[in-house]
T-cell receptor, first 113, second 116 residues
Framework: DAKTTQPNSMESNEEEPVHLPCNHS???????IHWYRQLPSQGPEYVIH???SNVNNRMASLAIAEDRKSSTLILHRATLRDAAVYYC??????????????FGQGTILTVHP | ETGVTQTPRHLVMGMTNKKSLKCEQH?????MYWYKQSAKKPLELMFV???????ENNSVPSRFSPECPNSSHLFLHLHTLQPEDSALYLC???????????????FGPGTRLTVT
């Protein structure tokens, strides 16, 4: 899998926007960029994915750099429930490893009231 | 039941015991996964099953034995485990398309395993 680099931790205040960066300079042309998050004491939860264009869904927005070497997950208004570990992943869907996800350390997001 | 369910949620077992973890997905997916999450370590993929066939064994010790009788059920049989195997074991499922791409994986809540 292509390698991703994320900050170890970030902090935000409630109801403010949060921008979570991810660097993936070795990304290939067919790699999708996926984001998952893991709330305390829960399994990971899919957040969003994209290839080239910016993407929006009910949970977040994904902004992808023009050269695709970096991306940013945007939470428009952070809530206390958004406190979690956020993972940026480039899955390897090639070979026999269908949908294999390799999780790194992720970014621990702390949201202050 | 909706999504991915796992039972039991908590399990304590001795090193000589044999136990099984169960996962069931209610999403109609064709791929299922076992992950391990140890304290202070990233999630590690253990096994991948596609259409009931194992397609990935990530160098997992033989004391962990997976079984996938159909596309909705996945088991992890445990025997003669070590204390360092204590961890959160997570099951996930996804839909794999004809070109091997897959997008969202849906995770269960996990089984917290303690080996004494």
């Amino acid at each position: 899998d292509a390698k991703t680099t994320q900050p170890n931790s970030m902090e935000s205040n409630e109801e403010e926007p949060v921008h979570l960066p991810c660097n993936h300079s070795t990304i290939s042309g067919t790699d999708y960029i996926h984001w998952y998050r893991q709330l305390p004491s829960q399994g990971p939860e899919y957040v969003i994915h994209g290839l080239t264009s910016n993407v929006n869904n009910r949970m977040a927005s994904l902004a992808i750099a023009e050269d695709r070497k970096s991306s940013t997950l945007i939470l428009h208004r952070a809530t206390l429930r958004d406190a979690a570990v956020y993972y940026c992943i480039l899955p390897n869907a090639g070979g026999t490893s269908y949908g294999k996800l390799t999780f790194g350390q992720g970014t621990i997001l702390t949201v202050h009231p | 039941e909706t999504g991915v369910t796992q039972t039991p949620r908590h399990l304590v077992m001795g090193m000589t015991n044999k136990k099984s973890l169960k996962c069931e997905q209610h999403l109609g997916h064709n791929a299922m996964y076992w992950y391990k999450q140890s304290a202070k370590k990233p999630l590690e993929l253990m096994f991948v099953y596609n259409f009931k066939e194992q397609t990935e064994n990530n160098s997992v010790p033989s004391r962990f034995s997976p079984e996938c009788p159909n596309s909705s059920h996945l088991f992890l049989h445990l025997h003669t485990l070590q204390p360092e195997d204590s961890a959160l074991y997570l099951c996930a499922s996804s839909q794999v398309f004809w070109d091997r791409t897959t997008y969202e994986q849906y995770f269960g809540p996990g089984t917290r395993l303690t080996v004494t």
